[in-house]
Nanobody
Framework: EVQLVESGGGSVETGGSLNLSCVIS????????MGWFRQKVDKGREAVAA???????YYADSVKGRFTISKDSAKNTLHLQMNSLKPDDSAMYYC???????????????????WGQGIQVTVSS
């Protein structure tokens, strides 16, 4: 059974930083595409960042230059370093995996088949 477990969320002030982690277990083969999505209250789930097994990355325009996605293949862990946080970054954050790295180019939630339970990030002004 594939499981994704996020950690590292919490509450910070504007300008602060958080580092989200996602431990991925139970995968019978290489994970070709991993991503972070977020969902704000009354909004749809949007892609934040993604990384494929060749370490090509995607970032939403709203987080470019502030967020960094990385992976530790040996530990099957995905990270999202979030700096210069803004109140508009407040959301539930989810890690997810997709079976083809093509989905990492322009991530859409419907292309990702495995999801974590989500973790809350709150940025106060």
């Amino acid at each position: 059974e594939v499981q994704l477990v996020e950690s590292g969320g919490g509450s910070v002030e504007t300008g602060g930083s958080l580092n989200l982690s996602c431990v991925i277990s139970g995968y019978p083969y290489r994970v070709d595409c991993m991503g972070w999505f977020r969902q704000k209250v009354d909004k749809g789930r949007e892609a934040v960042a993604a990384i494929d097994h060749l370490e090509n990355t995607y970032y939403a325009d709203s987080v470019k230059g502030r967020f960094t996605i990385s992976k530790d293949s040996a530990k099957n862990t995905l990270h999202l370093q979030m700096n210069s946080l803004k109140p508009d970054d407040s959301a539930m954050y989810y890690c997810a995996t997709a079976d083809d790295r093509v989905y990492c180019r322009h991530p859409q939630s419907y292309d990702f088949g495995n999801w974590g339970q989500g973790i809350q990030v709150t940025v106060s002004s």
